[in-house]
């Protein structure tokens, strides 16, 4: 992108309140906070929870601008992620309560059940790691781009 493709996106903004240095601000906010969903896939999820906080500490500052669209996707890829990771692992748990509950019984059908069941939350998990990692993808290259994401 040249300097003046960046130029251009950095006065892309609706209501024109918003100045260079805070729009270039913002921009590198969310580059920052990209990065760190990125990087929290390799220290166990421990980097996920700050992004968010910083994206509700600066979502303000962008009302009214394509920036703003960032906060929200953000924020929205993060509590949807949260849900449905959370879902995958309530039905782990049950499964693996009903394999152990199987193993008491001696009952095959309950164990091949708590097996597919297991196997169900874990691909809830799996699909949301992936919807998780596209949107983040997804809305950091529209952010190097000057665009907003819908």
């Known amino acids: 992108m040249t300097s003046d493709n960046i130029n251009n996106n950095l006065n892309h903004n609706t209501n024109?309140?918003?100045n260079n240095n805070k729009r270039r601000s913002l921009i590198t906010y969310n580059h920052i906070t990209?990065?760190?969903?990125?990087?929290?896939?390799?220290?166990?999820?421990?980097?996920?929870?700050?992004p968010i906080f910083m994206n509700y500490a600066k979502r303000q500052d962008a009302d009214g601008s394509w920036l703003a669209t960032h906060f929200d996707w953000q924020i929205k890829t993060f509590w949807y992620s949260i849900f449905w990771f959370i879902i995958g692992i309530v039905i782990i748990t049950f499964a693996l309560g009903g394999f152990g509950v199987s193993m008491l019984a001696d009952s095959g059908n309950i164990a091949i059940g708590s097996v597919l069941l297991a196997g169900f939350g874990l691909a809830i998990m799996g699909f949301t790691f992936i919807w998780h990692l596209y949107r983040i993808v997804r809305g950091w290259i529209a952010l190097t781009d000057g665009r907003p994401v819908p």
């Open 34 to 50: 990209y990065l760190l969903y990125v990087l929290s896939y390799f220290t166990a999820g421990l980097l996920w929870i700050v």
């Open 16 to 18: 024109g309140n918003m």
